[in-house]
């Protein structure tokens, strides 16, 4: 078993020190004595958000999906940039889509189709243009982002609780616009997080049912209790026990997972300091942009 270390992730040490602000700003996270509790909290809420959504999550179960989601809600918030209609126009999509060739055109078109059909988008024609259309997350996509919100801002509010993020996500009503708006920009502006960690987020963003495989093992492995079996990690998250069984295989390939002499899989050090970093990543993320007026 070997583990893979790219270049970003081996030099990790020298961008905290000052070459990379996001990464300063996560190791700090990692430094305080909260942050066990919040990579549990964290973890356990992104794995009922997994459960609790099975349609949509399905459409967002590799990277490049979620990130086109990711570009509807920015540009349908940053009404500031882009008028009352918000920006999300298929023209706008596809170029954030195809500016770092990340997601193709087939893809972008086949998710709006899909969140159309499925209700989390609606399309509607310009109100100062009537020639364009617009694509508008629903109020039932819109509870996504709240949920997903939400399980930051509890998160944060274990580490940095003088903030009070819960508490402005549930007093003030343009805190999740705000929120998309400020992450939004920076995320087509600048290096996504992902970008930090390409190796790890190639498996844990990359192949369909990672992620949730990674939260039922790592909360097995935080909350001292066996691991899942494959069934029920299938059952769980709707996914196929092949499907459960093929990712611990690449994943024990990759020196993520242990397997012991029936095959159980565990997290090895390597999986433990790969999902710590990354989740102080997202989380030093949402931190910059969950900010007071």
Same mark, same amino acid.
Request: glycine share 6%; hydrophobic share 40%.
């Given at each position: ?104 055109? =087939? ?5 709006? !189709? @899909?969140?159309? &059909?499925?209700?989390? *988008?609606?399309?509607? $024609?310009?109100?100062? +243009? ?17 949920? =997903? ?5 509890? !998160? @944060?509010?274990? &580490?940095?609780?003088? *903030?009070?993020?819960? $508490?402005?996500?549930? +007093? ?122």
């Amino acid at each position: 078993m070997h583990r893979l270390v790219g270049k970003n992730e081996a030099h990790c040490d020298n961008r905290e020190a000052g070459e990379d602000s996001l990464l300063a700003e996560a190791a700090e996270l990692r430094a305080l004595p909260a942050f066990p509790q919040a990579v549990h909290d964290y973890t356990a809420g992104l794995a009922c958000f997994r459960e609790s959504l099975r349609l949509f999550n399905k459409l967002l179960a590799q990277e490049a999906r979620f990130r086109t989601v990711r570009y509807l809600l920015y540009l349908d918030a940053d009404r500031e940039r882009f008028g009352p209609d918000g920006g999300a126009s298929y023209g706008r999509l596809l170029q954030l889509c195809t500016q770092r060739q990340e997601i193709s055109p =087939r893809v972008l078109k086949t998710m709006l !189709a @899909l969140l159309t &059909l499925s209700g989390f *988008v609606t399309i509607r $024609r310009g109100k100062t +243009d009537r020639r364009l259309t617009f694509y508008h997350p629903t109020e039932r996509m819109m509870g996504f982002a709240r949920q =997903r919100i939400g399980n930051a801002a509890d !998160a @944060l509010d274990l &580490l940095q609780p003088q *903030v009070q993020r819960a $508490r402005m996500l549930q +007093d003030d009503l343009c805190f999740i616009q705000r929120t998309l708006t400020a992450a939004g920009r920076e995320h087509t502006t600048a290096t996504p997080p992902t970008d930090r960690m390409p190796e790890f987020i190639a498996f844990f963003g990359g192949r369909e049912g990672a992620a949730p495989v990674v939260f039922s093992i790592m909360l097995g492995d935080m909350q001292r209790m066996p691991t899942p079996s494959r069934a029920q990690i299938a059952a769980r998250f709707g996914l196929s026990k092949t499907q459960v069984s093929n990712i611990i295989t690449e994943g024990a390939g990759l020196g993520f997972f242990a397997l012991d002499p029936a095959a159980v899989p565990t997290p090895t050090p390597h999986l433990r300091d790969s999902y710590q970093r990354w989740i102080s990543i997202e989380l030093a993320y949402h931190a910059r942009h969950m900010q007071p007026v």
